[in-house]
């Protein structure tokens, strides 16, 4: 590997997870059983992936650890906030995601991953009622709670380096304002004087974690980092940033299939997507002001690759639609349904019927593993703000909006941005060939 002025991986990486739900603790317990040898990664693109570097006689395909320097699973020292009190293994057992059999191995390991109290506010998540709260007066309180955790969890545990990851409950949909969201001298005025409407409790752990020195990866759909104001912050602290929303299964399909209808100048005319699924994710997402956030979100994939401006004939007000329902005997076990109506030659019209039966949180488990581990490396690497190329993560990519910059949802296109950015930290050169 070539040194390429990126400071090593030595010592502990903490990983701090807001929520210790289904998807929080499908991760923990995936990376502590593949510590012991009793699990397989599938899925994570840091343990699997191999990129090429160099090109013609000089082109070799290597994994990321061998082109960049990434935190071993052996370094890694997991921690939580949550607003029920269950430690990691009964939050698991909880979830039903994983069997038994899958947990009990490193079950002494979990019960010592106990959540930390949570800055919450019923408010942003109405279906939550948990006691495992944080005592706080403002917003500001809630910071300065949770820069005190994170610098009590660094230092008990002997890291080196900390990530914060929002594994949480999908908050309510908070519009960006450009009055407070705009500069940072007004988000930290709002803190300090308690305006509830327009901080959301993830931008407290936000705000924290960047002053606190420790990359932030918002994994719901969130405005919490998609303000000027936070990557103003990260400009300051000189921390990365990424989100929004883990890209898992329906969006994830969607980004992988509509390249195929634009790649080969097909129209569409609508695109229907439905989910049933029964996890607290799922019944969060039931209350109308939390899927708002979702449907944003989810909603923001297409337009970006299907464009009416670029193709009128093909692409004009076609009709996109997402639903998510709450139905609890299916659990973490998501059905999703996507219905394309396409047209082709002299606009004759087809459909396209996609039915995923896929599991929620093993579909995002590795991308926490991912993201985490790449946050850190880039942190490493001097890297910092919104993080574009970990955009092949995400459902929603964050981008500079406010210099006219689109978010890019083609997963191909996504995952050329993520192999260059690995390229370039390991001092090869950046290429757009396929491979
Ligand atoms: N599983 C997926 O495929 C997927 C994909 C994209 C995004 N997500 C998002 O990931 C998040 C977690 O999903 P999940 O299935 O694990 O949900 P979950 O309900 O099982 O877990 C979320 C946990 O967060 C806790 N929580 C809520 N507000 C909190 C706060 N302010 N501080 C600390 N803890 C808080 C809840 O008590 C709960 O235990 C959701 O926002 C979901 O939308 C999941």
Redesign the pocket.
């Given at each position: 590997m070539k040194n390429n002025g990126i400071v090593p991986a030595n010592g502990k990486l903490g990983i701090m997870v807001?929520?210790?739900?289904?998807?929080?603790t499908t991760f923990m317990t995936g990376v502590l059983m593949v510590r012991k040898g009793l699990a397989k990664p599938v899925g994570s693109m840091t343990q699997y992936d191999k990129i090429r570097v160099g090109k013609g006689a000089d082109k070799k395909y290597l994994h990321y650890s061998d082109i960049v320097p990434l935190a071993k699973l052996e370094d890694i020292v997991f921690g939580c906030?949550?607003?029920?009190p269950q430690n990691a293994y009964q939050?698991a057992m909880y979830?039903e995601v994983l069997s038994e059999k899958d947990i009990n191995p490193v079950r002494d390991e979990l019960e010592k991953i106990v959540?930390l109290k949570?800055?919450?506010?019923k408010n942003?998540?109405k279906r939550?009622d948990?006691e495992n709260v944080k005592d706080c007066k403002t917003r500001w309180d809630m910071v300065e709670a949770l820069r005190a955790d994170i610098r009590n969890f660094k230092q008990e545990n002997n890291c080196d380096r900390v990530v914060v990851i929002?594994?949480?409950?999908?908050?309510i949909y908070v519009p960006v304002d450009e009055k407070v969201h705009g500069t940072l001298a007004a988000l930290e005025e709002a803190m300090k004087a308690d305006d509830r409407e327009h901080i959301a409790?993830?931008m407290c752990?936000a705000y924290a974690s960047l002053m606190e020195s420790a990359p932030f990866i918002m994994?719901?759909?969130n405005t919490t980092v998609d303000i000027p104001a936070m990557w103003e912050l990260a400009e300051k602290t000189k921390m990365p940033i990424s989100g929004k929303?883990?890209?898992?299964?329906q969006t994830l399909v969607k980004s992988g299939f509509a390249p195929i209808i634009g790649t080969r100048c097909l129209g569409l005319s609508g695109w229907f997507s439905t989910n049933i699924l029964g996890?607290?994710?799922g019944?969060?997402?039931d209350e109308p002001d939390n899927f708002r956030t979702?449907e944003v979100s989810k909603l923001s994939t297409l337009e970006t690759i299907l464009k009416a401006e670029e193709q009128p004939d093909l692409y004009t007000d076609y009709y996109h639609k997402v639903r998510i329902n709450y139905y609890p005997p299916r659990n973490?076990n998501?059905e999703g349904w996507d219905n394309i109506d396409i047209f082709g030659w002299m606009g004759y019209p087809m459909q396209i019927k996609i039915n995923f039966l896929c599991r929620?949180?093993i579909?995002?488990a590795p991308l926490l593993l991912d993201l985490t581990l790449l946050s850190d490396l880039a942190a490493r690497a001097g890297r910092y703000g919104i993080q574009r190329f970990l955009s092949f993560f995400l459902?929603s990519p964050m981008h500079d909006y406010t210099q006219g910059e689109e978010a890019v949802n083609n997963l191909y296109q996504q995952y050329t941005m993520l192999k260059n950015a690995i390229r370039e930290m390991g001092g090869y050169e950046a290429d757009e060939e396929i491979d």
């Open positions: 807001v929520g210790c739900g289904a998807v929080a906030w949550d607003v029920y939050a979830a959540p949570a800055a919450f506010d942003y998540a939550l948990g929002w594994a949480a409950s999908t908050e409790p993830s752990y994994g719901a759909p929303d883990f890209k898992t299964g996890n607290r994710d019944l969060v997402l979702k973490d998501k929620d949180s579909l995002a459902k």
